[in-house]
């Protein structure tokens, strides 16, 4: 399916600045009709194959432009519960990454040109989103220490307590994208997201960008958003802890019951680089802006600079001398 420009016939996309389905063609504003069509295989407008491999849900189509979303994978089991829509431009994303890397040195230039920016790719990524109930049992020995001095002597008294911590939490909606293709590492980096704008799916806000449902089932993400949760109730009960010199844990026991799931799309922005016979990938958060990845250096700019920082010492050295040999 599709939405169609009522005015000029062209492809609809959702704008994320104004919040609503924009014709670029000719300006347009919410005048979009859905055009439905079960078989994805071509594309309704100009009958080109459609190359949607094993997981895509939403794409361009190669031959006409046609922004797209296959029917079929936005339905019944594959249907998202929630969606984040994007909330910053494709236009302030490339001007981000331009900021964050544009000063660094020894980046390639072509890294941050204009038209290499542009092939940034806005896509909703499928998440599962976990909720549990945790709590965290931890039992150890602590020490306080005391010393003082009398006369010529001093002293150190050693206490030993035992420390008792039983410590519940409610973790609501933590995530796990279930997308093989995106940088598991680099999605954690550019959470975390604001849930409270998660608004009810619907397909129109992925018109204009590219889509995947989820790889797998839920229950093959769990063991990572599980341990996004126990780090965190970790990270609370050592906060608990505190007053003593050292503390022996001998016993630590976290048990997490999940009591929820849903199924969601969250936007990213992804810019890919191949430099070296090798792809640097750069995300950011499409709701927050967000950055994370790693940019390509060029050991030819290195060589340059180092020459050049070499020559300039030497020179100074050079003049230096001269105007000790004169003096």
């Given at each position: 399916m599709?939405?169609?420009?009522?005015?000029?016939?062209?492809?609809?996309?959702?704008?994320?600045?104004?919040?609503?389905?924009?014709?670029?063609h000719?300006?347009?504003?919410?005048c979009?009709?859905?055009?439905?069509?079960k078989?994805?295989?071509?594309?309704?407008?100009?009958?080109?194959?459609?190359?949607?491999?094993?997981?895509?849900?939403?794409m361009q189509?190669?031959n006409?432009?046609?922004?797209?979303?296959?029917?079929?994978?936005?339905?019944?089991?594959?249907r998202p519960?929630?969606?984040?829509?994007?909330k910053?431009?494709?236009?302030?994303?490339?001007?981000?990454?331009?900021?964050?890397?544009?000063g660094?040195?020894?980046?390639?230039?072509p890294?941050?040109?204009?038209?290499?920016?542009?092939?940034?790719?806005?896509?909703?990524?499928?998440?599962?989103?976990?909720?549990?109930?945790?709590?965290?049992?931890?039992?150890?020995?602590?020490q306080?220490?005391?010393?003082?001095?009398?006369?010529?002597?001093q002293?150190?008294?050693?206490s030993?307590?035992?420390?008792?911590?039983?410590?519940?939490?409610?973790?609501?909606?933590v995530?796990?994208d279930?997308?093989?293709?995106?940088?598991?590492?680099?999605?954690?980096?550019?959470?975390?997201?604001n849930?409270?704008?998660?608004?009810?799916f619907s397909p129109?806000?992925?018109?204009?960008?590219?889509?995947?449902?989820?790889?797998?089932?839920s229950?093959e993400?769990?063991?990572?958003?599980?341990?996004k949760?126990?780090?965190?109730?970790?990270?609370?009960?050592?906060?608990?802890?505190?007053?003593?010199?050292?503390?022996?844990?001998?016993?630590?026991?976290?048990?997490?019951?999940?009591?929820?799931?849903?199924y969601?799309l969250?936007?990213?922005?992804?810019?890919t680089?191949?430099?070296?016979?090798?792809?640097?990938?750069?995300?950011?958060?499409?709701?927050?802006g967000?950055?994370a990845?790693?940019?390509?250096?060029?050991?030819?700019?290195?060589?340059?600079?180092?020459?050049?920082?070499?020559?300039l010492?030497?020179?100074?050295?050079?003049?230096?001398?001269?105007?000790?040999?004169?003096?």
């Amino acid at each position: 399916m599709h939405y169609k420009c009522n005015n000029c016939g062209g492809s609809m996309v959702y704008s994320p600045a104004e919040d609503v389905l924009y014709c670029p063609h000719c300006e347009g504003r919410n005048c979009g009709v859905l055009v439905s069509q079960k078989d994805m295989d071509v594309c309704p407008v100009c009958g080109a194959p459609v190359e949607a491999g094993d997981f895509g849900s939403a794409m361009q189509c190669g031959n006409c432009g046609t922004y797209l979303i296959l029917e079929n994978r936005v339905e019944d089991s594959y249907r998202p519960q929630k969606i984040i829509p994007f909330k910053i431009t494709k236009e302030q994303a490339v001007e981000s990454i331009r900021k964050e890397f544009g000063g660094r040195p020894f980046i390639p230039r072509p890294f941050t040109d204009h038209k290499a920016l542009m092939g940034i790719e806005g896509v909703y990524v499928p998440y599962w989103l976990h909720d549990y109930n945790s709590v965290e049992r931890f039992t150890g020995t602590g020490q306080r220490v005391r010393m003082w001095t009398h006369g010529d002597m001093q002293f150190r008294e050693t206490s030993y307590f035992e420390v008792i911590r039983e410590i519940g939490v409610d973790f609501d909606n933590v995530p796990a994208d279930a997308s093989d293709r995106m940088d598991d590492d680099l999605m954690d980096m550019i959470e975390p997201y604001n849930y409270d704008q998660m608004t009810d799916f619907s397909p129109e806000f992925m018109a204009g960008f590219n889509g995947e449902i989820y790889n797998r089932p839920s229950q093959e993400y769990v063991i990572r958003s599980r341990t996004k949760a126990d780090k965190a109730i970790r990270k609370i009960t050592d906060d608990t802890i505190h007053g003593y010199a050292v503390v022996t844990p001998t016993s630590q026991n976290i048990d997490a019951r999940k009591v929820k799931e849903q199924y969601v799309l969250l936007p990213v922005y992804k810019y890919t680089y191949r430099f070296g016979g090798k792809n640097y990938d750069i995300f950011v958060n499409g709701q927050t802006g967000k950055i994370a990845g790693e940019a390509p250096t060029s050991v030819g700019l290195a060589a340059k600079y180092t020459i050049a920082t070499f020559g300039l010492g030497f020179l100074f050295l050079m003049f230096a001398g001269s105007i000790a040999a004169m003096l």
